[in-house]
DNA sequence: CAAATAGTGTCTGTTAGACACTATATG
DNA sequence: CATATAGTGTCTAACAGACACTATTTG
C-alpha cells in the first residue's frame, strides 16, 4: 500500500469504489394494535430477489439523499406505505455472508410503533402493502431473513411491557387503560392484575386525562388518556411479572 | 430496469461491484476491570485516515473470511490485540455520510468483556495497543466518533449492573464478591449495600464457591466464585437504585 | 332492575435499603 | 490486643399481586 505523508493527500486518492463493501440496507418492523391484535406491515416485493413474497418496507441506503440510518428508516416507510411513525427505535443489525442470495449483507433493523391507520402499496417496487396479525406469519413464507427480524422486534417489544408504557405508541394519540392494559397482556401473552396496572401507570404519573370518556356501548365509559412528552423513556425500577 | 422472467437469471447478471455501498466496519469496545478501575482496548492507528489517533480495534468486514458481523469481530480483536473475549453482545450500529472522511459509513458495535491481561500492538496497521483508564479518555481525542461509541457502550454496560452479573466477565474466572460489588459500585457511580448486593446474586444461585479463599494481606480472607453456566443471562426482576 | 365494563381499597408477598452486628484474617 | 476487611441478622420501605369491593354506563 503505497504511503501518503498527510491525511488530505490520502483522502484525494481514496474512492470507495476500489473496494467492495456488503450490501446495506435499513428494515423497519412497524406494529400497531388494532382490533384487540397485535400487526405489523408488511409489502409484497414486486422485484427479484424473493419477488412475490411479503417482507419488511426496507431498502438500501441512498448516499445522497440520507444523512444517517434513521433517515433511511424513515424514508422507506414513507416511500412504501405513506407512514411517518412517531416512534421508531433502532433493534438489532443482521449481518451475514448468506441472509441474501446477491451476496453479503447487512440490514439495519428498527422497530416502529404507531396508531393504526389503513395503509396503500406507495411505490412501484411494491405490489402491495398490509398489516397482517402477527399470529398469522407462522404459516407464511417470508422475504430472506425477515421472519426473524420480526421475531427479534416481537421479543424486544415484549420485554419493553415489562418495565415501560413504550407499547402505547403503537395505540391511537387518545386511549384508555383498559386498551393499553389489554395491549401490554397481548404482549405479554398473559393477563395482568389492573389494580397494579394502573397504579404503576399512575404514581409515575406517565399520563394525561384529556377529560373525555370513551364507550363502546357496554359498561362504564372509560377515561381518555393521552402520553405524556417523554413518558415513553420512562422505564419502571420493578418489572411486572413474567 | 430490466426486467427477469426468473430469480436465477436476476442473481446471474446481478454484481455487487454495480452499486456504490456505505463502508462498513465492526469495532468492538472491549472493556476490563483491573486495579480498582475500568479501562477500554484502544489501538494507535498507524494508517490514514486518523492516523496516530487512538481508536478502537475495528475494521473492515472481510466478505471472504467473515461469515458474519460477529466473526468480523471476533477476527478484529484477534488480529489487532491477540485477544480472544469471553462475553461479545452487539451494542449499536453508528451509519452517517459523516462520520468517516472517506464516506457515508456504518459501523457495527460490539461490547466485549474479558478478565484483565496484558497486551500488544498484533499487525502493522497498529502501532500500539493499550489498556486505557475509562476516566482519561475525556481529555483525548479519538478516531472517527469512537468517543460516542465507547459512551455509548459504557451507559449500557452501566444499565446491565443494575439488573445482571453481566460485569463479572471483565473479572477473571475466580473472583471475590467484595471484588464484583466493587466493579458494580465504578459502573454505578455509587456505593451498593452489600447485603442487598450479595443477597440477590446467592438467592439467584448465579455463582459457584471454588472453596478457595483469597486474602490481600488486610483483614479476613473473601471466598473465591466463579460463575455458573448461564449466570449472564439472568435478569432480576427488580433492578438497584440508580 | 341485571349485565357489563371501569375503577378503587386494602391486604399480602417479595425484594432492596439501612445499618448494626459477628467472623476471620494480620501484626 | 487493635485494625481491617468479609460476611450476617433483621427491621423497614417500596411496590407488584390478589381479589373483593364500588362506580357508571346501557337496556
Not at 474512492?15 to 397485535?38: G, K
Not at 426496507?58 to 406505505?81: C, I, Y
Request: contains cysteine.
Amino acid at each position: 500500500m503505497t504511503q501518503f505523508d498527510d491525511e488530505a493527500s490520502f483522502l484525494a486518492q481514496y474512492n470507495a469504489r476500489d473496494f467492495v463493501a456488503p450490501l446495506m440496507t435499513v428494515d423497519p418492523v412497524l406494529f400497531t394494535y388494532h382490533e384487540a391484535s397485535l400487526k405489523v406491515l408488511l409489502v409484497e416485493r414486486s422485484n427479484h430477489p424473493e419477488r412475490r413474497l411479503w417482507g419488511l418496507p426496507g431498502g438500501f441506503v441512498d448516499m445522497v439523499s440520507d444523512q444517517s440510518l434513521e433517515d433511511t428508516a424513515r424514508r422507506k416507510l414513507q416511500e412504501k406505505t405513506g407512514i411517518n411513525a412517531p416512534y421508531l427505535e433502532q433493534l438489532y443489525t443482521f449481518g451475514s455472508a448468506t441472509r441474501d442470495k446477491r451476496g453479503w449483507s447487512v440490514t439495519v433493523a428498527y422497530t416502529a410503533l404507531m396508531a393504526y391507520q389503513e395503509c396503500a402499496a406507495h411505490i412501484e417496487t411494491v405490489r402491495d402493502a398490509k398489516w397482517w396479525e402477527f399470529e398469522a406469519l407462522n404459516d407464511m413464507t417470508l422475504a430472506f431473513d425477515h421472519r426473524e427480524i420480526i421475531q427479534t422486534a416481537r421479543e424486544r417489544l415484549r420485554q419493553k411491557a415489562l418495565y415501560s408504557i413504550v407499547p402505547a405508541y403503537a395505540l391511537p394519540e387518545k386511549f384508555t387503560l383498559p386498551e393499553l392494559q389489554h395491549l401490554h397482556e397481548v404482549l405479554l401473552g398473559k393477563a395482568l392484575q389492573k389494580k397494579s396496572f394502573r397504579r404503576r401507570i399512575e404514581e409515575a404519573a406517565l399520563l394525561i386525562a384529556t377529560g373525555e370518556k370513551r364507550s363502546d356501548g357496554n359498561g362504564r365509559p372509560a377515561v381518555l388518556y393521552r402520553m405524556k412528552e417523554d413518558a415513553g423513556r420512562h422505564m419502571f425500577v420493578r418489572n411486572l411479572e413474567e
